[in-house]
């Protein structure tokens, strides 16, 4: 009998074998999720009906959406990679992800003479938000996509590409964080698949995403928008 992998071991399957069907299903929540965030980039903030309580609103329900569904497939924490169990193995290799990835960031930007700043003020309210946010996008990204596409019995190698491929393409028509976000995505799902912790991810995410910010040249990642507010950013021109 084989024995089990690293990753069975970070990621235990509810369901051994299952059906296509199901395997459909599975696959479908996570489609239909991206369809429903494209959605709401694409056509409910572009509207003239958009308001900032409807767009909490329609936030919170996008949030509650995984976590429903993370539940009603009876993942706990210790599935989601909210543990604490093995943060100090997963705090290492997500740290030396950050130092190797982060060197080549600050390299570019220094190279390409990218390096800015905006004050205490900004960088503070950034690490504010960028915490969360890095965060919530690890639990999207590992928790609630890869997680299913695993639990489809996508091999690993599939099950990464294709979480971070989706990942990628909601940061659309952002190239460069279109690329960016496909390559770390795929490295963050790896990560996750050996050590599932998202403690150290959302971190690490964090850390990255501001040194993009603040090393390189904002030409190239336009204040790190998406959708058709990088459409205005672009055409607007690039301020402070």
């Known amino acids: ?45 572009p509207s003239g009906e958009a308001t900032r309580t409807g767009g909490v609103v329609f936030c919170i329900l996008l949030g509650a959406w995984p976590i429903a569904l993370n539940l009603l497939h009876g993942d706990g924490l210790r599935e989601a990679g909210l543990r604490v169990d093995n943060l100090a193995s997963s705090s290492r290799q997500a740290a030396l992800v950050v130092l190797v990835v982060g060197l080549g960031v600050l390299g570019v930007g220094v190279a390409t003479e990218g390096l800015h700043w905006f004050g205490w003020s900004q960088l503070i ?19 609630f996509a890869l997680r299913r596409m695993r639990q489809a019995r996508l091999p690993a190698a599939w ?5 971070a491929g989706l990942f990628a393409f909601l940061h659309a028509p952002n190239w460069m964080l279109v690329g960016l976000t496909a390559a770390m995505g795929m490295v963050w799902c790896a990560l996750f698949l050996r050590r599932a912790n998202l403690l150290p991810l959302g971190l690490a995410h964090a850390l ?3 040194l993009v ?7 190239w990642h336009a204040g790190l928008t ?15």
Not at 130 to 139: C, D, I, K, R, S
């Open 159 to 163: 099950a990464c590409a294709s979480a």
């Open 213 to 219: 910010y603040y090393a390189w040249p904002e030409s």
């Open 1 to 45: 009998m084989r024995s089990p992998s690293a990753c069975d071991k970070a990621i235990p399957l509810s369901v051994k074998s299952p059906s296509v069907f199901l395997r459909a299903i599975l696959l479908g929540e996570v489609l239909l999720f991206v369809g429903a965030a494209m959605m709401y980039l694409w056509w409910y903030l």
């Open 226 to 240: 998406i959708g058709p507010m990088y459409l205005q950013q672009a055409a607007g021109g690039l301020g402070p």
């Open 125 to 143: 309210a950034k690490a504010g938000k960028y915490a969360v946010w890095g965060l919530v996008q690890q639990y999207l990204l590992q928790s």
């Open 208 to 210: 990255l995403a501001m």
